[in-house]
């Protein structure tokens, strides 16, 4: 069974500081992993996604996730804070076997601090 | 182009009622899913369509029905709705062949008392 798990509900970052939000996978074959942003009272916009090519991923607004399989890890990261990017940011992961089989973490509720 | 736009944004229902979420899609997508939202859960997936005529259980479809009527629209049904019924509900469409949930509705809450 295909998993993800979402380090930290709660991340807060001053403007202008690296964020980096954490999200380790399990799964038995090698997985597609996605990181989607969930602005309030708005439904969840995709970011960027991890399809077995590049294992350094840019998507929007900045961000970008690196694919670690010894560690089992996808972070996303972006590199200075906009107060813009406060949100809640979601990881999930997929074995590939079509969109109806995508896990979604628990999600993580970034806070700018201006 | 609106996208999926996902009918009413509120709603209060008292135990035992019933009623229908409307979504709609205007991007020409085959496969729609709906998804609940819950407080330190993520999202949890209840049915989906893969393509228009079809569809099929999620991960958590007790309690619901679904009618794909056309292309654009994929409705969820409560026929007898219970207090744990009370969530979020998001609507999503992809289109043929990907790998996951393209675009998302704003979404739809509901109370039940």
């Known amino acids: 069974a295909q998993s993800v798990t979402q380090l930290g509900s709660h991340v807060s970052v001053s403007e202008g500081a690296l964020v980096l939000l954490r999200c380790n996978y399990s799964?038995?074959?090698?997985?597609?992993l996605f990181w989607y942003v969930q602005y309030p009272n708005q439904g969840l916009q995709l970011l960027l996604k991890?399809?077995?090519?590049?294992?350094l991923v840019k998507g929007i607004n900045g961000f970008e996730a690196e694919f670690k399989k010894s560690e089992t890890s996808f972070h996303l990261t972006k590199p200075s804070a906009h107060m813009s990017d406060a949100a809640e940011y979601f990881c999930a992961v997929s074995d590939g076997g079509g969109y109806q089989k995508v896990t979604f973490g628990t999600g993580t509720k970034l806070q700018v601090i201006p | 182009n609106a996208g999926v736009t996902q009918t009413p944004k509120f709603q209060v229902l008292k135990t035992g009622q019933s009623m229908t979420l409307q979504c709609a899609q205007d991007m020409n997508h085959n496969s729609m899913y709906w998804y609940r939202q819950d407080p330190g859960m993520g999202l949890r997936l209840i049915y989906y369509?893969?393509?228009?005529?079809?569809?099929d259980k999620g991960e958590v479809p007790n309690g619901y029905n679904v009618s794909r009527l056309n292309k654009r629209e994929f409705s969820l049904r409560l026929e007898s709705a219970a207090p744990s019924q009370t969530s979020v509900y998001f609507c999503a469409s992809s289109e043929a062949g990907g790998h996951q949930p393209q675009h998302f509705g704003d979404g739809t809450r509901l109370s039940i008392l």
């Open positions: 799964s038995s074959v090698p997985p597609y």
């Open positions: 991890y399809t077995s090519a590049a294992t």
């Open positions: 369509s893969a393509s228009e005529g079809t569809t």
